[in-house]
C-alpha cells in the first residue's frame, strides 16, 4: 500500500481529515491535509466573480469532492477569502466592492459542516508559520506584494487578527503624507508606493506592470532603475517601522512582486539597514514566502483544525 493511501485510510479511522478553501478573485484553490498536516489532495476552480450563487456553489462542490477523495465525511472546513471576518470567525462581515454576497454568509450553515473564516493574508502568515519560511518564527509578519499590499501578523506562534480582525494592514501604512490618498483614503500608502495598481502612476504610463518595469530594468534601462529602487526604498521605510513597532524575529514577503528574487531582496536588505533599528546588531530576518498560490488553502486548514481543537477541548 503506497504511503498516500495509507494516510488517507489512517484519516478515515482516525476522521481528522481538514479542508482548507481559498477565494480569490480568479480561481478557487481547495486542499485537504490530514492529522499530520501533510496534503492529501489540492484542487482549483475558476471563481467566476459576478456571480455569487455561482462561486459558492463551486466552493461546496470542491468541499464535497475532497471528502470523497479523502474518504473524510466529517472534515473540517477552513475558508480562507478578502475582507475583514467577524469576531467569531464565522463569516466575512465587510468586504464592500467585491464578491458580492459573501459579507455575512455563514459558511457553516452553507456546506453543513463546521466552518471557519479568515482573511486571506492571515491564511497565508499561518501557512509559513506551520509549514513554511516562518516555521521557526515565534514572532514574524508576512507582506504579499501583488495588485495591492496584504499583510499579516504572527505573535508568540499565533495569528494575530486584532480588534476587528483587521490587523496586519500594512499595505495602509504611510510612506509620504503628501501622497494620494488609496482605496482607504490613506495619504502615500505602502500599497500605492509599490503595489502594482499604481505602476503606470508611478512610471507616467511608461510602464503597465512591474513585470514591464523589472524587465526593463534588467536591462539597464535609467528611468525604470529609478522608479523601481523608490519603490524599495519606500517598502525598506514600511519594513524598518514594522520592525521598530512589532519586533519580529523574520518578515516574510510574498506575492507576484516577490517573484522578483534578488532584484527585490538584495537592495531591500541593503536599505533597510540603513533604517531600522538594530540595538546590539540584531535585526529581522527578511525572508521569501516558501507557499506560493495555495498558501491561503494550506493556512485556512491549519486554522480550522486549530479553532476546531480549541472548541472541542
Same mark, same amino acid.
Given at each position: 500500500m503506497d504511503g498516500k493511501r495509507r494516510t488517507v485510510l489512517n484519516n478515515k479511522v482516525n476522521n481528522k481529515t481538514y479542508i482548507g478553501i481559498d477565494l480569490g478573485g480568479t480561481r478557487i484553490k481547495g486542499i485537504a491535509i490530514g492529522a $499530520?498536516?501533510?496534503?492529501?489532495?489540492? #484542487?482549483? #476552480?475558476?471563481?467566476? $466573480?459576478?456571480? !455569487?450563487?455561482v462561486w459558492k456553489t463551486a466552493i +461546496? +462542490?470542491? &468541499?464535497?469532492?475532497? +471528502?470523497? /477523495?479523502?474518504?473524510? %465525511?466529517?472534515? /473540517? &472546513? !477552513?475558508i480562507s477569502a478578502p475582507g475583514l471576518p467577524d469576531n467569531t470567525n464565522t463569516c466575512i462581515a465587510f468586504m464592500?466592492?467585491?464578491?458580492? !454576497?459573501?459579507?455575512?454568509? /455563514?459558511?457553516? $450553515?452553507f456546506l453543513q459542516t463546521p466552518s471557519y473564516v479568515l482573511n486571506d493574508g492571515v491564511a497565508a502568515m499561518v501557512a509559513e508559520a506551520k509549514t513554511g519560511a516562518a516555521q521557526n518564527?515565534?514572532? %514574524? &509578519?508576512?507582506l504579499t506584494l501583488g495588485t495591492g499590499v496584504g499583510g499579516a501578523i504572527l505573535i508568540n506562534g499565533k495569528p494575530y487578527q486584532g480588534s476587528f480582525n483587521k490587523a496586519g494592514h500594512f499595505g495602509h501604512s504611510v510612506v509620504d503624507c503628501n501622497g494620494d490618498g488609496d482605496v482607504t483614503n490613506m495619504p502615500g500608502s505602502l500599497e500605492e508606493c509599490i503595489g502594482n495598481c499604481t505602476i503606470e502612476k508611478r512610471s507616467s504610463g511608461k510602464f503597465s506592470s512591474t513585470h514591464e518595469l523589472l524587465v526593463a530594468y534588467r536591462k539597464g534601462d535609467i528611468f525604470a532603475k529609478e522608479v523601481w529602487l523608490k519603490s524599495v526604498k519606500h517598502l525598506a521605510i514600511s519594513l524598518a517601522s514594522i520592525c521598530n513597532i512589532l519586533s519580529p524575529d523574520t518578515v516574510v514577503i510574498g506575492g507576484g512582486i516577490a517573484e522578483a528574487n534578488d532584484d527585490l531582496f538584495v537592495p531591500l536588505n541593503t536599505m533597510i539597514d540603513e533604517y531600522e533599528w538594530q540595538p546590539g546588531g540584531i535585526k529581522a530576518t527578511i525572508v521569501k514566502a516558501q507557499h506560493a498560490d495555495l498558501a491561503g488553502a494550506i493556512g485556512a486548514a491549519f486554522f480550522a483544525k486549530e479553532k476546531f481543537n480549541e472548541a472541542n477541548k
Amino acid at each position: 500500500m503506497d504511503g498516500k493511501r495509507r494516510t488517507v485510510l489512517n484519516n478515515k479511522v482516525n476522521n481528522k481529515t481538514y479542508i482548507g478553501i481559498d477565494l480569490g478573485g480568479t480561481r478557487i484553490k481547495g486542499i485537504a491535509i490530514g492529522a $499530520d498536516g501533510n496534503i492529501l489532495h489540492q #484542487t482549483y #476552480t475558476p471563481t467566476n $466573480d459576478g456571480n !455569487g450563487e455561482v462561486w459558492k456553489t463551486a466552493i +461546496k +462542490k470542491t &468541499v464535497s469532492d475532497l +471528502k470523497e /477523495i479523502t474518504h473524510s %465525511a466529517n472534515a /473540517i &472546513v !477552513g475558508i480562507s477569502a478578502p475582507g475583514l471576518p467577524d469576531n467569531t470567525n464565522t463569516c466575512i462581515a465587510f468586504m464592500p466592492g467585491r464578491l458580492e !454576497g459573501l459579507e455575512n454568509f /455563514i459558511w457553516s $450553515d452553507f456546506l453543513q459542516t463546521p466552518s471557519y473564516v479568515l482573511n486571506d493574508g492571515v491564511a497565508a502568515m499561518v501557512a509559513e508559520a506551520k509549514t513554511g519560511a516562518a516555521q521557526n518564527s515565534t514572532n %514574524a &509578519v508576512l507582506l504579499t506584494l501583488g495588485t495591492g499590499v496584504g499583510g499579516a501578523i504572527l505573535i508568540n506562534g499565533k495569528p494575530y487578527q486584532g480588534s476587528f480582525n483587521k490587523a496586519g494592514h500594512f499595505g495602509h501604512s504611510v510612506v509620504d503624507c503628501n501622497g494620494d490618498g488609496d482605496v482607504t483614503n490613506m495619504p502615500g500608502s505602502l500599497e500605492e508606493c509599490i503595489g502594482n495598481c499604481t505602476i503606470e502612476k508611478r512610471s507616467s504610463g511608461k510602464f503597465s506592470s512591474t513585470h514591464e518595469l523589472l524587465v526593463a530594468y534588467r536591462k539597464g534601462d535609467i528611468f525604470a532603475k529609478e522608479v523601481w529602487l523608490k519603490s524599495v526604498k519606500h517598502l525598506a521605510i514600511s519594513l524598518a517601522s514594522i520592525c521598530n513597532i512589532l519586533s519580529p524575529d523574520t518578515v516574510v514577503i510574498g506575492g507576484g512582486i516577490a517573484e522578483a528574487n534578488d532584484d527585490l531582496f538584495v537592495p531591500l536588505n541593503t536599505m533597510i539597514d540603513e533604517y531600522e533599528w538594530q540595538p546590539g546588531g540584531i535585526k529581522a530576518t527578511i525572508v521569501k514566502a516558501q507557499h506560493a498560490d495555495l498558501a491561503g488553502a494550506i493556512g485556512a486548514a491549519f486554522f480550522a483544525k486549530e479553532k476546531f481543537n480549541e472548541a472541542n477541548k
